[in-house]
């Protein structure tokens, strides 16, 4: 296959293929996840359960005090990737274009050079958060297989599109198929891995929070 | 707990996952700020620790059994099933190393509650016989004596007899239509017996009407802590077929924090309904006479204080307010731990940890928590509202070699109660 070819097929049929995969994982992760099912509470309330669930949805974003200042740097480098991240995929102008393309409307971009010190700063991170599972000895002890491989598939999106934007080692069509494959790789992981921790960690929390809530506990 | 075995201890497990559980592993990132939650970890630093990994065996039944990842997974041969040794393996973290103080849930980034997991992960532990011997016996004592410490009636009754004989005041027993029926840990009965003479000093102060129940006054509940439904289902029936016979309005939990989840949380949850009688916690209890203006206190210490909130009454109870507006009643100096309230860190011996002999070493060294958070403020004396951590708190204080008087705050309430000139003549 040549890289024209290459291209278009990872912007046809393979683009295709990893939404499918996508779009069926959520679905069996979500019913894996709420066929499971949960004991109704008989116990007499102190609190309110929904209350709780909103609650903690939002105030766990922000890490309690003591955990701060015994995390600092966990917790820094978590922020800075993840807001990097999000930052990248909605405001890079050629995204917002897909975006137009596939939602009929889109939104005003960052300028490119920002983005592109954005995409430097989160890979910074991400590189920071993985010589810290290295040499940390809890996340040396926790980590698996599967917690490179994320951050293998979430670097690798970033590492190609900048390569892509300041034509890095490849040719162009070359690289930004790389980009395009990398980004359907992590759809195609997304719901059977930990990366799914981004839909699912609402749920996680509201569970939490409503239990706490339910027993007049702000969590 | 008879007849466990691997098979059984398994499908217990299996049958704990729930919609809740699942969430929560879906929504582990291994971030490792669960382990500085975790006074284990923070005072061991030892990564086996981290609470997350002491739910390594109920996530892989959770992977092999629920999701389609990890059937593939099996199918491939690219996992190993659980087994028995990995269970027993485990003990150690379970039990030993969890008092199931909650922290970990309140620390979590994606808000995975873990020691809600904890606590159904030792169902499993129990069907398989991997429960730590120590609670085992003092579960056994609890089903067949009617008391984990193995005190009867005979006992307690001496107790009352004693009280009044002292004080003067009546210590109702199994009277029917009281307002409150009061319970007792055994830990109070044996070590604190200031706790029941409080009790009574307070009721006659505030006009209320209470009472014992000579088949039903111990609140601690074995089968909560080791994490067995069946034990813990019986337990909790003995207290709530007491309160129905007696018709009281409200149903005491004594200073246990333990005691108060087992009969305010999983109480209606084992017994599949809801009960007829509210359940308070004493403190609650209190606090409400307080705010009726039917507690009037005189007097105020003067040494420095502080209070140490026991972690199923703040973290598993909202009880957060109540301890700080009585002890301001009768304290002049009261300061605050760091991180008390909500963070409060654990005594290091709930949960059943205090049972657990291969625990006891591990317990001490983490008490090392509770001295730091001490001695950045300087206090003289510690209040609490735990039987359990009140003694805890004793033992810890005499392996670091630290004077420090532990009170517990229904006592020192009663302490300072106005007299009234009416009832003193009665008594004199
Ligand atoms: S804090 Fe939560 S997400 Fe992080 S390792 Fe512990 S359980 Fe997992
Ligand atoms: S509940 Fe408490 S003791 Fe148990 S793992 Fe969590 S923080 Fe540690």
């Known amino acids: 296959m040549n890289e024209v070819a290459f291209l278009a097929w990872v912007r046809g049929i393979g683009f295709q293929i990893a939404l499918g995969i996508f779009i069926v994982g959520m679905v069996v992760r979500w019913l894996e996840i709420f066929l499971l099912g949960k004991k109704h509470d008989y116990s007499a309330p102190k609190g309110s359960a929904v209350q709780g669930a909103i609650h903690t949805i939002f105030s766990r974003s922000i890490p309690e005090k003591s955990t701060w200042q015994r995390s600092r740097v966990q917790i820094v480098t978590g922020y800075v990737f993840h807001v990097g991240l999000l930052l990248i995929i909605l405001f890079l102008t050629p995204h917002i274009t897909l975006f137009r393309e596939f939602l009929g409307f889109g939104w005003a971009g960052l300028p490119n050079s920002v983005v592109d010190l954005i995409a430097v700063i989160t890979m910074f991170a991400l590189l920071v958060a993985l010589v810290r599972r290295l040499q940390d000895p809890v996340l040396r002890f926790i980590s698996t297989f599967q917690d490179y491989l994320v951050w293998t598939v979430t670097f690798l999106p970033l590492l190609t599109g900048y390569m892509a934007y300041h034509h890095l080692g490849f040719s162009y069509p070359t690289i930004l198929g790389l980009h395009i494959l990398s980004v359907e790789i992590l759809l195609v992981l997304f719901p059977f891995t930990k990366l799914m921790h981004a839909i699912t960690l609402f749920i996680a929390r509201g569970f939490n929070g409503a239990t706490a809530g339910h027993k007049g506990v702000q969590a | 707990m008879s ?60 992977e092999q059994e629920y999701t389609l990842v990890g059937k593939l997974k099996a199918w491939f041969g690219l996992s190993t099933p659980l087994h028995d040794q990995e269970l027993a393996d485990w003990q150690e973290f379970i039990y030993n190393s969890c008092t199931l ?78 307002e409150y029926m009061v319970t007792l840990s055994s830990m109070e009965i044996m070590n604190y017996p200031e706790y029941l003479e409080a009790l009574a000093r307070i009721f006659k102060h505030a006009g209320k009407t209470w009472t014992l129940c000579s088949e039903a006054f111990e609140a601690t509940n074995t089968g909560i802590q080791i994490g067995s439904s069946d034990i813990a289902r019986e337990l909790v029936s003995r207290l709530v077929n007491a309160a129905e016979r007696l018709q009281v309005k409200t149903l ?30 004493i403190l609650e209890v209190l606090e409400e006479l307080r705010q009726q203006g039917k507690l009037k206190t005189e007097g105020l210490e003067t040494a420095r204080m502080t209070f140490h909130d026991p972690c199923q009454l703040v973290r598993r109870g909202g009880v957060i307010d109540e301890p700080r507006n009585l002890l301001k009643t009768v304290a002049q100096n009261f300061v605050e ?15 059943g940890v205090g049972a657990i002999e291969q625990a006891h070493e591990l317990k001490t060294r ?63």
């Open chain 2, 101 to 178: 103080c909650g922290r970990c849930s309140l620390v979590c980034p994606v808000g995975n509650d873990l020691s809600y997991m904890i606590r159904k992960e030792r169902e499993g532990m129990v069907a398989a016989g991997h429960a730590p011997d120590g609670q085992i016996s003092a579960a056994k004592r609890a089903i067949t004596v009617g008391s984990p410490m193995g005190v009867k009636f005979p006992a307690l009754q001496a107790q009352i007899k004693h009280i009044e004989k002292d004080t003067g005041f009546i210590v109702p027993v199994n009277q029917v239509g009281a």
């Open chain 2, 366 to 428: 983490v008490f090392q928590r509770k001295i730091s958070q001490l001695d950045a403020i300087k206090v003289e004396t510690v209040v609490t509202a735990c039987a359990n951590c009140r003694i805890t708190l004793e033992e810890g204080f005499e392996a670091y070699n630290r004077e420090m008087p532990v009170l517990g705050l229904t006592e020192l309430i009663a302490q300072h109660l106005v007299e009234e000139p009416a009832t003193e003549n009665a008594h004199e």
């Open chain 2, 337 to 351: 731990m760091e991180d008390a309230g909500k963070m409060n860190w654990c005594c290091g011996a709930g949960g």
């Open chain 2, 252 to 281: 005491v939990s004594p200073e246990c924090g333990h005691a108060y989840t087992a009969i305010r949380w999983e109480g209606a949850n084992l017994m599949g309904k809801a009960f007829t009688f509210k359940v308070q916690h």
């Open chain 2, 3 to 62: 007849n466990a075995s691997f098979s059984r201890g398994y499908q217990a497990l299996k049958a704990q996952i729930d919609a809740p559980i699942a969430a929560y592993f879906s929504s582990c990132v291994h971030c490792g700020l669960c382990a500085e939650a975790c006074l284990f970890f923070t005072e061991t630093r030892d990564p086996k620790y981290t609470p997350i990994h002491k739910l390594e065996p109920l996530r892989k039944v959770w």
